[in-house]
């Protein structure tokens, strides 16, 4: 049985990349894009790095911490990436991010909390990202914590789901993922994804320069 496999943490984030996103930028800049996930929502020009490069996909190889490049952007996204980092390379970064945007440009990105093990050094809370942006010069900023005890819950099980029944067939496969299919139906109608309460399992942040 085939079930939808996007977490409610990603479709939330990606709601609000939706939301925050401007199409019509001239020039973004995807940094840490592991497959442009994102390309659908750009209309114009887009560059895209990340430490694993891809030909097929025009990704380049760059790092978030020490790239340098002639242009500067009107739309820069770093998606999932900031994570990867201690606190010190986390402030490089965004400075180096910072000064790549032009007056007015669109920094995006995300900071996962409460979420399981990714391989990452940070999962950093929205008080202390407010602290590192406090660093930063000639930015104007918006913080958003997104997700609750329901979608962390519900990310847990698809999470269980997908690592026990990965690849083979067991009698539990099939209920199991009619079960969440129904239980992400709920979650939705009731509009439960949308309350809020004392968890969260990321930061959705708005930088303008």
């Known amino acids: ?17 939706c939301k925050y996103i401007n199409p019509d930028a001239e ?8 497959n ?16 694993i490069p891809n030909e097929s996909s025009d990704i380049k190889y760059g790092d978030v911490t020490k790239f340098c490049m002639k242009d500067k952007f009107d ?14 390379n986390i402030q490089r970064a965004l400075n ?3 000064k790549s945007l032009k007056k007015g440009g669109l920094l995006l990105f995300t900071i996962p909390y409460c979420i ?27 913080t958003i914590t997104f997700g609750n005890s329901t979608t962390v819950a519900f990310d847990c099980m698809l999470y269980k789901y997908k690592s026990k029944f990965h690849g083979w067939f067991t009698p539990l496969k099939i209920p199991f993922g009619l079960s969440l299919t129904l239980l992400r139906a709920v979650i939705h109608f009731l509009k439960l994804h949308q ?10 942040v708005v930088v303008q320069k």
């Open 116 to 142: 399981r093990d990714n391989g990452g050094n940070l999962m950093i809370s929205e008080r202390e990202l407010k602290n590192i942006l406090a660093k930063e010069k000639r930015i104007r900023y918006k």
């Open 1 to 17: 049985m085939i079930i939808d496999q996007k977490t409610l943490h990603r479709e939330i984030l990606e709601d609000y990349l």
């Open 27 to 34: 020039l973004t800049l995807d940094a840490g894009s592991k």
């Open 96 to 98: 180096r991010l910072i």
């Open 36 to 51: 442009r996930r994102y390309d659908s929502l750009i209309k114009k020009s887009s560059y895209a790095f990340d430490l």
């Open 195 to 204: 309350n809020r309460d004392e968890f969260y399992s990321g930061t959705f």
């Open 75 to 88: 739309q820069i996204l770093c998606i999932e990436v900031l994570c990867y980092l201690d606190q010190q």
